[in-house]
């Protein structure tokens, strides 16, 4: 079983098949996936999927490209609704330097902000870094991300910083551009990183792996990336994706499968199970 710590099924790409995109992941082994809210449009929307799904679970934030549309009651919607029995993490939240969608300077204040909301709200973080390695460190340390702790998602530092994140008790997800034909560089930060700080996720509907590069991705994608894990690793696939749940349902402190079944049972929701 595989689980996939990143997708983002609320959005328009997964309008028009959302349950049969749902079905594929499930009969290829995924047992879990966390749909990611990056702004306030979408945080009902990734809600109510999670809500629709027994295995299914929501991440909600502000993402960096969104930090200028941040306003005063931004907060006090983010902090009703991730309340809800169905939101395991806070996120993606973090610097985006690559696209530069929000001044940098907002970038840098609206994350620290967020991480502050996070510990408050104690949820761990997910955290979106790209070509801003250093002040993403800044602001973790700065900000006592240790507390929380969380993931960085879609990693693309280098084995220093993937040590000081991990020194942190953050975890590490690899996304589909490990299967890449340029990867190789970081294919060697990977194999070195230990297993027991490893997640897998597709980001979908982005970054498909390969054989789908370029194409929409989509949840059962998510074992192209566990399987090329493994062969950098040179361990058993079996071993990639029984650390990487293992990992997932930590962090994300997941209940036992058998119990929340039992659960949905009780509350006569178990119809839901079956539409699955
Ligand atoms: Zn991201
Ligand atoms: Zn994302």
Not at 2 to 15: G, R, V, W
Not at 247 to 276: C, I, M, Q, T, Y
Request: net charge negative; proline share 4%; hydrophobic share 35%.
């Amino acid at each position: 079983m595989l689980i996939d710590s990143h997708a983002h099924l609320e959005m328009p790409e997964f309008e028009k098949d959302l349950h049969d995109v749902i079905q594929r992941a499930m009969d290829s082994e995924v047992s879990a996936i966390f749909t990611v809210g990056t702004e306030q449009k979408d945080w009902t929307r990734a809600l109510e999927i999670a809500r629709s799904y027994p295995n299914i679970y929501a991440i909600l934030g502000v993402h960096p490209h969104n930090a200028k549309e941040i306003e005063e009651e931004t907060y006090s919607v983010l902090r009703k609704l991730c309340r809800e029995e169905q939101v395991k993490a806070y996120g993606e939240i973090g610097l985006d330097f690559f696209r530069d969608r929000s001044p940098r300077r907002v970038q840098i204040e609206r994350f620290r902000e967020q991480v502050g909301l996070a510990r408050e709200l104690r949820l761990p973080i997910v955290v979106h870094d790209r070509e801003a390695h250093q002040e993403t460190l800044e602001v973790l340390k700065s900000e006592r991300a240790e507390e929380c702790g969380g993931i960085i998602h879609c990693f693309s530092g280098d084995e220093s910083m993937a040590k000081a994140c991990i020194a942190m008790g953050f975890y590490i997800s690899i996304s589909g551009t490990i299967t890449y034909k340029n990867a190789g560089q970081f294919q060697e930060i990977v194999r070195y990183l230990p297993l027991e700080s490893l997640l897998v996720e597709t980001d979908a509907p982005f970054l498909a792996p390969v054989p789908f590069r370029g194409k929409r991705n989509e949840p059962s994608h998510v074992r192209y990336t566990a399987r090329k894990v493994a062969e950098v690793k040179k361990v058993s696939f079996e071993k990639v994706a029984e650390a990487t749940t293992g990992n997932a349902r930590r962090v994300f402190k997941l209940n036992d499968p058998l119990s929340a079944l039992l659960s949905l049972e009780r509350e006569g929701k178990g119809k839901d199970k079956e539409d699955l």
